[in-house]
């Protein structure tokens, strides 16, 4: 089946900075998709891309369909505390599979 | 609307035990998917379903069994409980790009 590789693992940042994280694939995907989990709760999703190239933005947060259909990445610009939690890409064709997650954590 | 709806929330068994975690949705969605999440990691697919009637394999099957008899049920099945099936169990829903997620049921095996 097909890998998933986000990174970074995890991030530490100051309040107001910008936050760039990437997950690459070992086959082709059809559709992007970027969640955020917050603790005990389910993944929300933030962002979904079904386009190579494809760029959108969702308030403060952008991500991008890569161009060879084996990546994406999620920014996040000026991050403030309720940033925090797991950010979970995930894509398909079949079957939707996870990264390992991005856990940040956005300092006051 | 409920969305996916997910029960027990929470749920203890012994090693050996079985018991069925409930997934239903009313969102008319073809494609249901359940998730483990295991501390501090990402979710593992377990299985998936396509249509009622449809099911197939995902990344950790070991040890679940699923069935779809109809498009708004998709129960997993844990026949010989075990220890390493701790975890947070998802389901989830979608049609199109739309995931929808159930709020999880926490299993401990002990």
């Known amino acids: 089946g097909q890998q998933l590789n986000q990174s970074p693992q995890s991030m530490f940042i100051q309040e107001g900075e910008d936050v760039s994280m990437n997950c690459t694939s070992s086959?082709?995907?059809?559709?992007w998709l970027w969640y955020k989990q917050e603790p005990g709760e389910g993944p929300v999703l933030l962002i979904a891309l079904y386009k190579a190239g494809e760029l959108t933005s969702n308030g403060r947060l952008t991500a991008q369909f890569g161009i060879t259909r084996k990546d994406s990445f999620l920014n996040i610009s000026a991050s403030i505390p309720s940033d925090v939690g797991i950010y979970f890409c995930?894509?398909?064709?079949?079957?939707?599979?996870f990264g390992a997650g991005t856990r940040l954590t956005v300092k006051p | 609307n409920a969305g996916v709806t997910q029960t027990p929330k929470f749920r203890i068994l012994k090693i050996g035990q079985s018991m069925t975690l409930q997934c239903t949705q009313d969102m008319n969605h073809n494609y249901m998917y359940w998730y483990r999440q295991d501390p501090g990691m990402g979710l593992k697919l377990i299985y998936y379903s396509v249509g009622a009637g449809i099911t197939d394999k995902g990344e950790v099957p070991n040890g679940y069994n699923v069935s779809r008899s109809t498009t708004e049920d998709f129960p997993l099945r844990l026949e010989l409980a075990a220890p390493s099936q701790t975890s947070v169990y998802f389901c989830a829903s979608n049609v199109g790009g739309g995931y929808t997620f159930g709020s999880g049921t926490r299993l401990t095996v002990v």
């Open positions: 995930a894509g398909f064709p079949h079957d939707m599979r």
């Open positions: 086959s082709i995907f059809n559709t």
